[in-house]
């Protein structure tokens, strides 16, 4: 199994201020992906990190309100811009292992609060 | 319709019965993946199924393809198998580049 470790856990932030949420894996992994659930719902990705690449964010998601960097094969940090009460959720850090690519590993999460 | 639908979405039960929590999709699959949430939100991932059946403690995961059917049973149930247990669908497709269709979850609670 693959170990993901994120951080912060939890924030509490202002409207109008970023927050970059980092996420570690143990190994190196080639993709990596963001997925948000807003309360009471399922998650939903929000871009896929590959290493070398930019991130292709899904529908509904643009680069200036989720910035994501992938500067290695263990590390990618997420930054939630200029937020408001809307983006209050909790974000999840996901990576599959190059040698196991049907299995998908999860991080802990971090849960925001946006006032 | 979603595409990965479960049920029931929120069960409660008594310590020790046995729990089954359903899942149908209506896409096909490679692989079916039952998770584990936590009150805190971090997921870890129970099981991946892509035929037959699967066990694991006291957990176990059953898939019909045929049926486009799965399901998670808890045997002996304990307050803290209390979760949020969803199911989501690996698409067919280039492998490792598939992306997960989530089911909506089920929220169990085991009652002491």
């Known amino acids: 199994s693959a170990v993901i470790s994120q951080k912060p856990s939890r924030d509490i932030c202002q409207r109008g201020t970023s927050l970059t949420i980092q996420c570690q894996v143990d190994?190196?992994?080639?993709?990596m992906f963001w997925y948000r659930q807003q309360p009471g719902q399922s998650l939903t990705l929000i871009a896929t990190a590959n290493q070398g690449s930019e991130a292709t964010y899904e529908s509904g998601f643009v680069i200036d309100k989720f910035p994501i960097s992938r500067p290695n094969l263990t590390f990618s940090t997420l930054t939630v811009s200029n937020m408001s009460p809307e983006d209050s959720s909790i974000y999840l850090c996901s990576a599959r292992r190059d040698r196991a690519p049907d299995t998908q590993y999860f991080g802990p999460g971090t849960r925001l609060t946006v006032l | 319709k979603n595409e990965v639908e479960q049920s029931p979405q929120n069960l409660t039960a008594q310590e020790g019965e046995f729990i089954t929590i359903n899942c149908s999709y209506s896409?096909?699959?490679?692989?079916l993946h039952w998770l584990q949430q936590h009150p805190g939100g971090g997921i870890v991932s129970l099981f991946m199924l892509s035929s037959g059946k699967k066990k694991h403690g006291r957990l176990i995961a059953t898939i019909n393809i045929q049926e486009k059917h799965s399901s998670l049973h808890i045997t002996a149930s304990h307050p803290r198998d209390s979760a949020v247990y969803i199911c989501a669908a690996t698409p067919p497709g280039i492998q490792g580049a598939q992306k997960l269709v989530f089911g909506q979850g089920t929220r169990l609670t085991i009652n002491p």
């Open positions: 896409v096909g699959i490679s692989a």
């Open positions: 190994s190196q992994v080639t993709m």
